[in-house]
């Protein structure tokens, strides 16, 4: 199922640009997807800033960011650093490559398998141990429960200001026009 509109317009020829830039501006929407994946960043990184999912509610604390004083899901900040936003024409998507990214926004409770690996130990009976030791730790199983804690998302601020950044692309292509 398919939507035509035709529309003529005769007699004014300011109109007839206007109107012809809005539509070949829209006929490739890739350059629009692009501000709009570049919003969507920006908006998903602030909520980072904030501890807070994008709908409004704050993220329970994670221990590590209790003992510490940190922020939750920003220890590294490799998850933060990670947003993305791929633009194509008529799409656009964003989120992390991260493999911890879909447990931490959707939460997890369950096993999880870690694989051996080597880990460096800075410090042993409260003493520093010069230039770490590297110990070979053998692959083992372990629990995990993590709460959900959203981060990708669009709530209302959003959708007006994606909304916002639309008109004005459609106004730019008509000449600045609103």
Do not use: C
């Not at 991260?98 to 003493?127: E, L």
């Amino acid at each position: 199922m398919g939507a035509e509109l035709q529309l003529r317009l005769a007699g004014d020829t300011d109109l007839e640009r206007r109107v012809g830039a809005l539509v070949t501006g829209f006929e490739d929407t890739e350059a629009l997807a692009e501000i709009l994946g570049m919003y969507l960043e920006s908006s998903t990184i602030e909520r980072f800033e904030n501890e807070t999912g994008p709908d409004g509610e704050k993220w329970e604390p994670s221990q590590r960011a209790i003992e510490d004083g940190g922020k939750t899901l920003t220890d590294s900040a490799q998850l933060k650093g990670s947003i993305h936003s791929e633009a194509s024409d008529g799409a656009v998507r964003w989120g992390s490559n991260k493999i911890y990214a879909r447990p931490h926004q959707d939460g997890f409770d369950g096993t999880v398998s870690v694989g051996a690996h080597t880990r460096t130990i800075t410090q042993a009976f409260g003493k520093a141990l010069p230039g770490g030791l590297n110990v070979e730790v053998a692959s083992f199983e372990r629990k995990a429960n993590l709460p959900r804690r959203a981060f990708l998302g669009i709530n209302a601020e959003d959708e007006a200001e994606l909304v916002a950044l639309t008109e004005d692309y459609a106004a730019d292509l008509i000449g600045g026009a609103a």
